[in-house]
């Protein structure tokens, strides 16, 4: 059974950076995609896709975050993590990990999150001005 547990929010100010870490089990002899999203304040039915990273390291990010954003994987760890970096206030919200156990790649994950399979229970990221 895959599992999800995400960790690492927390309260920071603009400008500052946090590490996201998503413990995963399950995953370990399946063809998947993992990846990021978040879901924002007052959006309470929509998860934004952030970042996606397949198993061959290929990444792929949302427009809102390249350059400021990193997914790797820590594979003797089965971690998946989230660097943020120059956080902003519009970052603000539940990041969830999520994986979709099947022959997709990361493009198809940024674009059909309501697809995926597999989601975390989230963990909240709060940026103030």
């Known amino acids: 059974q895959v599992r999800l547990v995400e960790s690492g929010g927390s309260s920071v100010q603009t400008g500052g950076s946090l590490r996201l870490s998503c413990e995963t089990s399950?995953?370990?002899?399946?063809?998947?995609?993992i990846g990021w999203y978040r879901q924002l304040p007052g959006d309470r039915y929509k998860r934004e896709a952030v970042a996606a990273l397949d198993l061959d390291g290929r990444t792929k990010y949302a427009e809102a975050v390249k350059g400021r954003f990193t997914i790797y994987r820590d594979n003797a760890q089965n971690t998946l993590y989230l660097q943020m970096n120059n956080l902003l206030p519009e970052d603000t919200g539940v990041y969830y990990c999520?994986?979709?156990?099947?022959?997709?790649?990361?493009?198809?994950?940024?674009?059909?999150?309501?697809?995926?399979?597999?989601w975390g229970r989230g963990t909240q990221v709060t940026v103030a001005s």
């Open positions: 399950g995953l370990t002899d399946e063809r998947y995609c």
């Open positions: 999520a994986a979709e156990v099947a022959d997709v790649d990361v493009t198809w994950m940024l674009q059909h999150p309501t697809l995926i399979g597999y």
